[in-house]
């Protein structure tokens, strides 16, 4: 499997402002993606990170709320804007290595507290 | 879009017993289904998948059966440690491009007692 590594692992942050969420890969990805795993729930795709285009959104998240970027085949990051309590989640980075046969492997997340 | 149920919410079994968990699947395009473990503070393990070719696949103590017709798989844990404990979830995609949206259940909580 792929080394993911994700910074922060952990946070608390003030209501209001926003939090950028960094992604580094070991080895060359074919696509990364960004989950969100709300408190004792399940997994919910955010977006996929596209290199070098704007990433593509799932169903009721926004590129306002959650601005990504994937400068080149092994970094992406996810910003949290304007954050609100209900934001208190864990984020979580997963990838596709290029040379597996599709498996998705998951960073250990980055869990962020709102107050 | 797909949606994924899965059961029990919570399994509690003793060591060396036999686990069961089981998921249904609506979307028939479907046709990749990895199990995850999770355990408490770290991200999701993948711990084995099937593809829809195949009916079912065997790893040492895990299996996971698939059943495309009635559109539902299941992951099988022999021989239960404490050290399985842990969150269990299974997921679907329609593989090719696909292959990284999943689409999850609900998750198992599973604890096995000493």
């Known amino acids: 499997s792929a080394v993911i590594s994700q910074k922060p692992s952990r946070d608390i942050c003030q209501r209001g402002t926003s939090l950028t969420i960094q992604c580094q890969v070991d080895?060359?990805?074919?696509?990364m993606f960004w989950y969100r795993q709300q408190p004792g729930q399940s997994l919910t795709l955010i977006a996929t990170a596209n290199q070098g285009s704007e990433a593509t959104y799932e169903s009721g998240f926004v590129i306002d709320k959650f601005p990504i970027s994937r400068p080149n085949l092994t970094f992406s990051t996810l910003t949290v804007s304007n954050m609100s309590p209900e934001d208190s989640s864990i984020y979580l980075c997963?990838?596709?290595?290029?040379?597996?046969?599709?498996?998705?492997?998951f960073g250990e997340g980055s869990r962020l507290t709102v107050l | 879009g797909e949606n994924v149920e899965q059961h029990p919410s919570t399994l509690s079994v003793q060591e060396g017993d036999s686990a069961v968990i089981k998921c249904t699947y609506s979307d028939s395009a479907s046709n990749y289904f990895p199990w995850y473990k999770q355990e408490l503070g770290k991200g999701p393990q993948l711990i084995i998948d099937?593809?829809?070719?195949?009916g079912e696949k065997k790893d040492q103590r895990i299996a996971v059966t698939l059943n495309k017709t009635a559109k539902h798989f299941s992951l099988h844990i022999t021989e239960t440690q404490p050290e399985d404990s842990a969150v269990y979830f299974c997921a679907a995609s329609t593989g090719g491009t696909s292959y990284g949206k999943l689409t999850f259940g609900q998750g198992t909580i599973l604890t096995v007692h000493p």
């Open positions: 080895s060359q990805v074919t696509m």
């Open positions: 099937i593809r829809s070719n195949v």
């Open positions: 997963s990838v596709q290595r290029a040379s597996g046969a599709g498996e998705l492997f």
